[in-house]
């Protein structure tokens, strides 16, 4: 409620851009998407997580396969490498902008 096209209202980053890899997992099995918003990968792929959504879709975290980008459910994710071990937590909605 109140989210309109958001997942969650907060995010956690190993970054403040959320550019950094937080970690590096296998996909324990195929999964395709609902919509343009998801990436898809099949069994044994290799997924790059940059940032896991907190609070309302705590089970969908945002990564790439290849050069494609979206969410997946974290549950599909089995975990091999660890990039950072710091978690920023920071809102969904704010990009930051740095005026020089």
């Not at 994710?77 to 020089?100: A, G, Q, R």
Request: proline share 4%; hydrophobic share 35%.
């Amino acid at each position: 409620p109140g989210l309109g096209r958001r997942f969650a209202e907060r995010k956690r980053c190993a970054d403040f851009e959320c550019s950094m890899l937080m970690c590096r997992g296998k996909a324990m099995r195929d999964f395709q998407g609902p919509d343009c918003r998801f990436v898809n990968f099949k069994k044994g792929e290799a997924v790059y997580v940059y940032y896991k959504l907190i609070g309302e879709s705590t089970e969908l975290w945002a990564g790439s396969v290849g050069s494609d980008f979206g969410y997946f459910p974290k549950d599909l994710l089995e975990i091999n490498h660890n990039y950072s071990n710091e978690e920023l937590e920071l809102p969904t909605d704010v990009s930051l902008v740095l005026l020089f």
